[in-house]
């Protein structure tokens, strides 16, 4: 550094700047600069703008750097959806209207950046026109200073989180996918025309149908603001429409455009007369232009019944204006007109104006003091205090203040604020109930497993009981089989039975049947004549202990000799009895004797 040459001032830097690489950032907003350029400071290690202008001087590629910072490029697709949607819906359909047949569509957009707002403006224009119309007609020219963005916007070429907003079938019809990135359509792309335009510096592109500036001029200050919507207002045709950004108003700049939906920020462009008149609204000296009487009265009425509380001094500081809601508020009355401010009550309420005054002439930059609290009547009220310098031909002409009431504005701050705070605490509350819902879910969640392992358990339990079911099923075929067998066998036995009953019956012989314990199973119907003996009373008796006259002591020896096996033909008695073995065993032992008995004549 040159020990000899005085501190630099952020305005010689500046003034550097512009000559050496044409860039003139003098119209941006002093404090916007002033904080950018000293992150560029900290970065390179420069204390003081001496530094930093001997850094630059030796180092060029920090210009590259220092632009970068100071030329803000966020930007994106289809930024509010909704103001979007309202020109597809109404603004684009009317500008179509208007100019019907092969009418050529001009668009500008100024401060592009990368190109995201211009793309967005082609791809509204080609839904409502279709693509062939729209190539065309359609002819979008994109400005900007930074010529880096510049070249990225000409390629046309987006990351995935770069196009998030584009909704999905706008996205597939109008972007091609690469390996990385989305690419807008070559054929569209051509309508798109890309070039470096210095909105404080260079001439505004003529006959321009829709002008697309959004949230650009929020970095100028208010006198280089007013130049380029002056620029603005030339060049666009008589019919044309402005859309800026959410966070420009054009409050002050009614008389070039008016409000055509306010709430999405779209202007008309206020028509002059004759081409004279809008080579002066460029220039700024309109007020040379000759205005009648009536619209003099029709301003001076609109102005005392408008807005908030407002007066205007002249360069003297002698009030000259005041509206119907400044007299009220500060008792004004006609003999407070023309005199000097400092005589007034206004001049130290509710704030002391003389050194913010003597600041607006210095700078002549508007500037507001906010939130001013003032006592009227027993209630506390906010004011916001705006003092803006009145120019003409770069000199001032005097100044105008308002005084804006933000006492119920700042009282839904602090409402909002404290349901702010409340909000937290029930996001906290929330959170904390929250986590116990997870934790009760993880809970829920082990005991469901559990309950799973138990019913794996329990089918496994099922599957078994089946599988018995099925063998205690097969068991019961079986034994019904089985008893069905012993049903057929007892059925055989039942009929060999009854045969021999019926041999017993019909045999014409009393006949007894004992077992080897000489008990009488059996005792026919021929019996029970000849010995007059039931088979009720027989059955089950020892033989040889009836008594019924029969000689048992005499069949005692021949019973025993059958029973043991050895046995032979009885003789002849008066009662003929024939004792025959029932069956006999593999053993040769015999289970029975069949005695046949016949009476038989002495």
């Not at 260079?202 to 380029?228: G, K």
């Not at 500037?367 to 205090?385: G, H, P």
């Not at 702010?420 to 969640?445: G, I």
């Not at 003789?571 to 593999?586: E, I, M, N, W, Y």
Request: with cysteine.
């Amino acid at each position: 550094m040159n020990a000899n040459r005085p501190d630099t001032t952020l305005a010689e830097l500046l003034e550097f700047v512009k000559e050496s690489r044409g860039f003139d950032f003098t119209g941006y907003k002093s404090s916007t600069i002033e904080r950018r350029v000293a992150k560029r400071m900290v970065a390179v290690g420069a204390e003081r703008y001496d530094d930093y202008l001997d850094y630059l001087e030796l180092h060029s590629d920090e210009f590259a750097e220092l632009f970068n910072a100071l030329l803000i490029n966020t930007t994106g697709f289809f930024r509010d959806p909704q103001t979007w949607e309202y020109m597809a819906t109404e603004i684009v359909p009317q500008l179509l209207t208007a100019r019907a047949g092969d009418t050529p569509i001009r668009v500008w957009s100024a401060g592009c950046a990368s190109g995201e707002e211009p793309y967005t403006v082609a791809m509204v224009l080609a839904r409502v026109m279709g693509d062939g119309p729209f190539r065309e007609r359609v002819k979008i020219y994109a400005t900007d200073v930074d010529e880096e963005a510049l070249d990225l916007a000409r390629y046309g070429a987006y990351a995935p989180s770069q196009i998030e907003d584009v909704p999905g079938d706008a996205l597939e019809r109008f972007f091609e996918r690469t390996d990385q990135r989305y690419v807008f359509r070559k054929d569209l792309r051509r309508s798109v025309i890309f070039g470096r335009n210095d909105l404080v510096q260079d001439a505004p592109i003529s006959r321009i149908d829709l002008l697309v500036c959004r949230n650009t001029l929020m970095y100028f200050t208010a006198e280089t603001q007013a130049q380029i919507l002056r620029r603005f207002h030339f060049g666009l045709d008589d019919d044309g429409y402005l859309l800026l950004g959410k966070s420009e108003m054009l409050i002050t700049h009614t008389d070039l455009f008016a409000p055509v939906e306010l709430k999405r920020r779209v202007f008309r462009k206020v028509i002059r007369p004759t081409l004279r008149d809008r080579v002066r609204v460029m220039v700024g000296n309109a007020a040379r232009g000759h205005i009648p009487v009536e619209a003099d009265s029709l301003r001076e009425a609109a102005f005392d019944v408008g807005g908030p509380a407002h007066v205007v001094l002249d360069q003297n500081r002698s009030l000259i204006m005041a509206n119907d809601a400044a007299r009220r508020l500060f008792g004004l009355g006609p003999n407070d007109f023309g005199r000097p401010v400092q005589d007034l009550e206004l001049s130290y309420r509710p704030v002391e104006l003389r050194s913010h005054l003597d600041a607006l002439d210095r700078e002549l930059r508007a500037s507001e003091i906010k939130a001013v609290k003032w006592r009227i009547a027993d209630l506390e009220r906010l004011f916001d205090v705006r003092l803006t310098p009145l120019m003409s031909d770069g000199l001032s002409m005097g100044t105008s203040v308002a005084y804006i009431d933000v006492t119920e504005p700042h009282r839904l701050q602090d409402q909002l604020a404290t349901s702010k705070r409340e909000l937290e605490q029930a996001y906290e509350e929330l959170q904390s109930t929250v986590e116990e819902l997870e934790t009760t879910n993880e809970e829920l969640q082990s005991t469901n497993e559990e309950l799973e392992t138990t019913n794996e358990e329990l089918q496994s339990t099922n599957e078994e009981l089946e599988t018995m079911n099925e063998e205690l099923q097969s068991s019961n075929e079986e034994l019904e089989t089985m008893n069905e067998e012993l049903r057929h066998r007892t059925q055989e036995v039942h009929d060999i039975n009854s045969f021999l009953e019926t041999i017993l019956g019909t045999i014409g012989l009393a006949v007894a049947v004992v077992d080897r314990n000489q008990r009488v199973q059996i005792w026919n119907g021929k019996a029970r004549e000849l010995w007059g003996v039931s088979p009720d009373e027989a059955e089950d008796e020892q033989l040889l202990g009836l008594d019924i006259g029969l000689p048992v002591d005499e069949l005692r020896q021949h019973l025993r000799a059958i029973l043991s096996g050895q046995y032979r033909r009885g003789k002849a008695f008066q009662c003929r009895v024939t004792l025959l073995p029932l069956g006999s065993g593999d053993d040769g032992d015999v289970p029975g004797v069949i005695m046949m008995m016949e009476a038989v004549d002495g």
